[in-house]
């Protein structure tokens, strides 16, 4: 199994959307796709349909009280796609774990190999808290969805920082397996300046692949279904399905053998 941790420490920028329509696209092409919504907000769990009643056990059972993981996720309406959903509980996580040695490696320990799963997306609450190390310390890639306006580059450095901070001490493998550029707006200037200058600043580290700002990406969450399935032939579904096809290309020659 690999594991892809979707962050960025700024809120609304494409994390929910890109795991969700990324999840869907990899379970489409026959992988077994395990998605974690690590967001107390449960923004994941109800875009893919998984409402609270629904959600029994969640990913705060899997960290704080080291339930196993298999007990906790739930089949989605998507075949081939599972989730590990969140709840509001979750945001007490960080606080109740405060003094527990191995805080930062509880996700990790969960997400053994042994799970079935071929790919796993983890869903990343908008800070850099304990949550976020959980998913970063977890993870063997990082997918950083960026959306191109003024303050991009910098939240981004703060973002590239906690990632070199935690291969130092925690992951040593992690690896940034691509930025996508979110919501672009081609009519807009400053999107294709911010562009251009991510694109220089950060070359080959760039998906090719932006997705553009797409009202029924909008929309889908609010039914319950992936946009992919929504609509799926929208712009915005097909550059999620580009996308996906892109992330298959980067991810090692082993994995996509699976
Ligand atoms: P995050 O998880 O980073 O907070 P979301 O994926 O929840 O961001 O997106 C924030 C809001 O923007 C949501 O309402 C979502 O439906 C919407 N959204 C996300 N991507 C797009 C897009 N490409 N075009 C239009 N709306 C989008
Ligand atoms: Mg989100």
């Known amino acids: 199994m690999i594991r892809i941790a979707i962050?960025?420490?700024?809120?609304?920028?494409?994390?929910?959307?890109?795991?969700?329509?990324?999840?869907?696209?990899?379970?489409?092409?026959?992988?077994?796709?395990?998605?974690?919504d690590l967001d107390p907000q449960g923004n994941a769990s109800t875009g893919i349909g998984v409402y609270p009643a629904d959600r029994e056990f969640s990913s705060y059972d899997v960290l704080?009280?080291?339930?196993?993981?298999?007990e906790c996720v739930?089949?989605?309406?998507?075949?081939?796609?599972?989730?590990?959903?969140?709840?509001?509980?979750?945001?007490?996580?960080?606080?109740?774990?405060?003094?527990?040695?191995?805080?930062?490696?509880?996700?990790?320990?969960?997400?053994?190999?042994?799970?079935?799963?071929?790919?796993?997306?983890?869903?990343?609450?908008?800070s850099l808290g304990l949550l976020t190390l959980n998913a970063l310390t977890a993870a063997d890639k990082l997918l950083v969805p960026l959306q191109c306006e003024f303050f991009a580059l910098e939240g981004l450095s703060q973002l590239l920082t906690t990632v070199e901070r935690v291969q130092q001490r925690f992951n040593p493998d992690l690896g940034i397996i691509g930025i996508v550029l979110t919501m672009f707006d081609r009519r807009n200037r400053l999107?294709?300046?911010?562009?251009?200058?991510?694109?220089?600043?950060?070359?080959?580290?760039?998906?090719?692949?932006?997705?553009?700002?797409?009202?029924?990406?909008?929309?889908?969450?609010?039914?319950?279904?992936?946009?992919?399935?929504?609509?799926?032939?929208?712009a915005g579904s097909r550059a999620y399905m580009a996308l996906a096809r892109e992330l298959i290309t980067r991810l090692p020659e082993a994995r996509k053998a699976a």
Do not use: M
């Open 64 to 70: 704080v009280d080291k339930r196993p993981l298999a």
């Open 191 to 234: 999107t294709d300046q911010v562009s251009d200058d991510v694109r220089s600043c950060l070359g080959p580290l760039i998906f090719e692949t932006n997705i553009p700002r797409n009202v029924r990406l909008s929309e889908a969450p609010s039914h319950g279904v992936p946009a992919l399935i929504y609509d799926h032939s929208c």
């Open 7 to 36: 962050a960025n420490q700024k809120g609304g920028v494409g994390k929910t959307t890109t795991a969700i329509n990324v999840a869907t696209a990899l379970a489409a092409t026959g992988w077994k796709t395990l998605l974690v």
């Open 74 to 126: 739930v089949p989605s309406s998507i075949p081939g796609l599972d989730l590990l959903a969140a709840t509001v509980d979750l945001s007490g996580a960080e606080v109740e774990l405060v003094n527990a040695d191995d805080r930062a490696h509880r996700l990790r320990a969960a997400l053994r190999d042994d799970s079935g799963y071929d790919v796993c997306l983890i869903d990343c609450p908008p």
